[in-house]
């Protein structure tokens, strides 16, 4: 009997220019959380075994990011701008071996700037901004992750806006948490309050009293920091 490894092969086809090519996935069995921070980021037991990093397939022909929650709908216009501005400078590189988080952080802005021409959904990309920043956490690089989760909250607040969160795993309390402890993270703290607030006035109508719990904990947080 082979013992088992964390990693395996995942076949792939390229959403842009249909080349096949393989991309690492976590065996879940592997995978153990220790905690989640308040942004929900979850901190595993192995840095090795870590699901977060291998998400995002880059094809190494083309160059074109993206997730399994990409769309595979190219609206017009997109398929040439991706072409222009990603595979025509494409050096030709794979990421699909073991990843490091440098390299995850790679493959996520690469995904981020494909998502953005192709212009996919906006929780998608704050999803990808957020993983980013976490990354960035993890690095201890705090400029940088403060920057993303700028970003991450400006398109949670754009997919809020313009409903396209819905049918997404993102519900309404959540995204409205989110936008309420990343602008709390960025020390914007009347926009954190303001959203936090949002979250408790639908606690009689969520099936997430989790989520409400923790926006109590937070708005509580920065009302005893303000009177302090």
Request: aromatic share 12%; charged share 30%; glycine share 4%.
């Given at each position: 009997?082979?013992?088992?490894?964390?990693?395996?092969?995942?076949?792939?086809?390229?959403?842009?220019?249909?080349?096949?090519?393989?991309?690492?996935?976590?065996?879940?069995?592997?995978?153990?959380?220790?905690?989640?921070?308040?942004?929900?980021?979850?901190?595993?037991?192995?840095?090795?075994?870590?699901?977060?990093?291998?998400?995002?397939?880059?094809?190494?022909?083309?160059?074109?990011?993206?997730?399994?929650?990409?769309?595979?709908?190219?609206?017009?216009?997109?398929?040439?701008?991706?072409?222009?501005?990603?595979?025509?400078?494409?050096?030709?590189?794979?990421?699909?071996?073991?990843?490091?988080?440098?390299?995850?952080?790679?493959?996520?802005?690469?995904?981020?700037?494909?998502?953005?021409?192709?212009?996919?959904?906006?929780?998608?990309?704050?999803?990808?901004?957020?993983?980013?920043?976490?990354?960035?956490?993890?690095?201890?690089?705090?400029?940088?992750e403060l920057r993303f989760l700028?970003?991450?909250?400006?398109?949670y607040e754009q997919s809020y806006?313009?409903?396209?969160?819905?049918?997404?795993?993102?519900?309404e309390v959540k995204i409205l948490?989110?936008?309420?402890?990343?602008?709390?993270?960025?020390?914007?703290?009347?926009?954190?309050?303001?959203?936090?607030?949002?979250?408790?006035?639908?606690?009689?109508?969520?099936?997430?009293?989790?989520?409400?719990?923790?926006?109590?904990?937070?708005?509580?947080?920065?009302?005893?920091?303000?009177?302090?």
């Amino acid at each position: 009997m082979t013992e088992l490894e964390p990693l395996y092969d995942k076949k792939l086809e390229c959403l842009l220019c249909k080349q096949p090519f393989t991309s690492k996935k976590v065996r879940s069995r592997f995978v153990k959380i220790k905690e989640v921070d308040t942004d929900f980021c979850p901190v595993y037991e192995s840095d090795e075994v870590n699901p977060l990093l291998y998400p995002i397939h880059v094809c190494p022909a083309c160059g074109f990011s993206f997730s399994d929650d990409f769309s595979k709908y190219f609206p017009p216009g997109a398929k040439e701008s991706i072409q222009t501005k990603v595979t025509d400078r494409w050096v030709p590189r794979n990421f699909g071996t073991e990843r490091t988080i440098q390299q995850a952080i790679q493959a996520y802005k690469l995904a981020i700037y494909c998502g953005t021409l192709k212009k996919e959904k906006h929780v998608l990309l704050a999803g990808m901004y957020l993983r980013t920043a976490w990354f960035y956490r993890s690095l201890k690089e705090e400029q940088q992750e403060l920057r993303f989760l700028k970003l991450a909250g400006e398109e949670y607040e754009q997919s809020y806006m313009e409903d396209d969160f819905k049918g997404s795993q993102v519900s309404e309390v959540k995204i409205l948490y989110l936008i309420g402890e990343l602008s709390r993270r960025i020390k914007d703290v009347d926009k954190a309050t303001k959203f936090f607030s949002m979250v408790i006035e639908r606690q009689k109508q969520t099936v997430e009293p989790k989520i409400i719990e923790m926006a109590k904990e937070r708005w509580h947080e920065i009302r005893d920091s303000r009177k302090n």
